[in-house]
């Protein structure tokens, strides 16, 4: 918006200096006219009178698109008196241009009642002049020409408004789709999080629940006195007891109205269970797993098997026919997914961002990676690489 209101001020200013410099330059060119042609019989005379009416048919144009009224009618006025002085000579064309951009101003510049009573004070006080300039010898015909001219040149600003205007309705149009599309982004982003978040409650609290567990059992199984390691393990059991009650608290606030009961919670060991159901689904999918399969933190391994479902899921909506491979790699300090097919790439890439916006938090979640994009040949492909880790690795 605001880069928008900068190129309209820069177009202002620059609309205005070339209005100053047509005006300038066509009342420069009146005067040379007026004092340096060979026959002043155009213009009546060389008088003080057709000075002043030569800038009154010229300087004015400066404010044509600030004041088109006042322009017009100042404009015209002096165009028409130029005219009657000049009869029975055909009067100067700057007073021909002049009106015809004062006219081109009515149509260009101004709306509504005002576009219609700037044209018939236009016509109200140039035709009668120009009528009795014809009564004094103009040719007959030289009345109606001048009279098409000014219509027509206020018809054209009129379609050249018209266009403007809706080109600038396309452009606001364009700023607010954009910042639609920022806005639901950032939604996007936050009911990912937000189901994360839910997914990896049951995570973080069966393992708080097994520390509280162990702690209660050390404690239990304890020999001697040593009081103050009896207030340690009974404060980790006390305060993990406290922690599970806190969670539970915060999941009643992230979860959605539907009253979500979360299942335990699947992970690259589920893998296979996956491929089977997106193959009864109508996509062939082949799994390959490379290195030594090795336990996984929960959250990892969770965040791993959501990164590959939602993959598939965007191959089965968006590829088209296609098949897919899915590849786990197991290295010593990461674990890498990816998911590849051979459909079309450019819908395969454009799930709304939702798709990739949960990858990218989940990924981000642990400091890992995230590559998605178009293969080299043909397809698209998502490449995962989470540290097992965590982030403070």
Not at 205 to 219: F, K
Request: with cysteine.
């Amino acid at each position: 918006m605001e880069r928008s209101i900068g190129a309209a001020l820069r177009s202002g200013r620059v609309h205005r200096a070339a209005d100053i410099a047509l005006a300038a330059g066509l009342a420069a060119i009146a005067l040379a006219d007026l004092f340096f042609a060979s026959d002043a019989s155009s213009w009546g005379g060389t008088g003080p009178l057709q000075v002043f009416l030569a800038l009154g048919c010229t300087v004015p144009l400066a404010w044509r698109a600030r004041r088109p009224i006042s322009t017009v009618v100042v404009v015209t006025v002096a165009g028409g008196l130029l005219v009657a002085v000049a009869a029975p000579h055909q009067a100067p064309f700057e007073v021909f241009v002049g009106s015809v951009l004062a006219a081109y101003s009515i149509g260009a510049h101004t709306a509504g009642r005002d576009r219609w009573a700037a044209l018939a004070a236009m016509f109200a006080v140039g035709v009668p002049l120009m009528i009795a300039a014809d009564d004094r010898g103009m040719a007959a015909g030289n009345t109606l020409a001048p009279i098409a001219w000014l219509t027509g040149s206020w018809a054209v600003g009129l379609i050249i408004r018209g266009r403007r205007l809706r080109t600038a309705e396309l452009e606001q149009l364009t700023e607010e789709l954009a910042l639609q599309r920022d806005l639901q982004a950032q939604a996007a982003v936050a009911v990912e999080r937000g189901r994360i978040a839910r997914e990896l409650h049951d995570v973080v609290a069966h393992n708080v629940s097994m520390m509280v567990v162990q702690a209660s059992a050390a404690e239990r199984v304890l020999e001697g006195g040593q009081p103050d390691v009896r207030d340690a393990l009974g404060a980790i059991a006390s305060t993990g007891r406290e922690t599970i009650d806190e969670m539970r608290l915060l999941l009643g606030i992230l979860r959605s109205d539907d009253g979500l009961v979360l299942a335990p919670q699947p992970g690259l060991a589920d893998l296979d269970e996956l491929v089977r159901n997106v193959s009864t689904a109508g996509l062939h999918v082949d799994l390959y797993v490379e290195g030594e399969p090795t336990p996984l933190p929960p959250g990892v391994d969770l965040s791993a098997y959501r990164i590959v479902q939602e993959a598939l899921t965007n191959v089965i909506k968006h590829a088209g026919p296609a098949s897919a491979d899915v590849i786990v790699r197991y290295e010593t300090d990461r674990v890498e997914v990816e998911v590849r097919d051979d459909g079309c790439a450019a819908a395969a890439g454009t799930n709304g961002g939702n798709g990739l916006i949960g990858m990218r938090e989940r990924v981000a979640m642990f400091g890992g990676e995230l590559d998605a994009g178009t293969r080299g040949d043909g397809g698209f492909a998502v490449l995962a690489r989470l540290p097992i880790a965590g982030p403070a690795a």
